[in-house]
T-cell receptor, first 112, second 116 residues
Framework: SQQGEEDPQALSIQEGENATMNCSYK?????LQWYRQNSGRGLVHLIL?????REKHSGRLRVTLDTSKKSSSLLITASRAADTASYFC????????????FGKGTRLHILP | EPEVTQTPSHQVTQMGQEVILRCVPI?????FYWYRQILGQKVEFLVS????????KSEIFDDQFSVERPDGSNFTLKIRSTKLEDSAMYFC??????????????FGPGTRLTVL
C-alpha cells in the first residue's frame, strides 16, 4: 500500500447511519490528520492524532490509531447530508520535517 | 476563527505565461506550505517555507516554481512559464510548528489554475 491509503474509495450510507473510513500507511509516523473536502473546495482540518495517542473524539467524529497495524479509522456517527464529502488522511512522517502526505481519499455520500 | 486566505479563487492563463498565486497565512504561524491537487487526484506536497527560506521541496517543485514572503503577511507561489499540466487546484497551508513538533496544517480554500 501507499503511504496514506484510504479504504473504501467510495461509501454510500443512509442519513443517520454511522460511516467508517480507514487509512493505512507504510512508514512510521509522527502524527496523522484527517481532512474533509467538499467537491471542488478547500481542505477542512478535522482531527490530528499523534503517534502516542490511540483515540480522539471531536463532536460526532472519532479517530483511532493503531501504530502496530499502521492504520487509522475515522468514524462519523449519526451521519447528515452535510457530511457528504471526500475524506483524506494525511501522515507526517517520523523524523521528517514539514510535509504531510495525503491519500487518495474516500468519497462519502449520505443518502436522504 | 483565523483562517488562511488565498487569491484569486480562479486564475485562467495562457501556456507560457507567468502566474503568481497569493496566500495570507494565519498570523501567528511560522511555517508555510504549498500543495496542489490535479483534478480527481490526490493532494501533493510542493514546498515548505520557514524563516524566509525553503525548508523542503518535492520533485514537482522545479526551477519553474518559486516562493516568496514579500512582507509580513503574504506568501506567494510563482510559476514562471506555465504548462498545460500545471492546471490544478493550488492550496496554501500554514502551521504554528513543524519538524519534531509538526502540528496541524490549516489549508486555504485554494486557487484553481487553468492553463489554456
Amino acid at each position: 500500500s501507499q503511504q496514506g491509503e484510504e479504504d473504501p474509495q467510495a461509501l454510500s450510507i443512509q442519513e443517520g447511519e454511522n460511516a467508517t473510513m480507514n487509512c493505512s500507511y507504510k512508514t512510521s509516523i509522527n502524527n496523522l490528520q484527517w481532512y474533509r473536502q467538499n467537491s471542488g473546495r478547500g481542505l477542512v482540518h478535522l482531527i490530528l492524532i499523534r503517534s502516542n495517542e490511540r483515540e480522539k473524539h471531536s463532536g460526532r467524529l472519532r479517530v483511532t490509531l493503531d501504530t502496530s497495524k499502521k492504520s487509522s479509522s475515522l468514524l462519523i456517527t449519526a451521519s447528515r447530508a452535510a457530511d457528504t464529502a471526500s475524506y483524506f488522511c494525511a501522515t507526517a512522517l517520523m523524523n521528517r520535517d514539514d510535509k504531510i502526505i495525503f491519500g487518495k481519499g474516500t468519497r462519502l455520500h449520505i443518502l436522504p | 476563527e483565523p483562517e488562511v486566505t488565498q487569491t484569486p479563487s480562479h486564475q485562467v492563463t495562457q501556456m507560457g505565461q507567468e502566474v503568481i498565486l497569493r496566500c495570507v497565512p494565519i498570523s501567528n504561524h511560522l511555517y508555510f506550505y504549498w500543495y496542489r491537487q490535479i483534478l480527481g487526484q490526490k493532494v501533493e506536497f510542493l514546498v515548505s517555507f520557514y524563516n524566509n527560506e525553503i525548508s523542503e521541496k518535492s520533485e514537482i517543485f522545479d526551477d519553474q516554481f518559486s516562493v516568496e514572503r514579500p512582507d509580513g503577511s503574504n506568501f506567494t507561489l510563482k510559476i514562471r512559464s506555465t504548462k498545460l499540466e500545471d492546471s490544478a487546484m493550488y492550496f496554501c497551508a500554514s502551521s504554528v510548528a513543524s519538524g519534531s513538533f509538526i502540528d496541524t496544517q490549516y489549508f486555504g480554500p485554494g486557487t484553481r489554475l487553468t492553463v489554456l
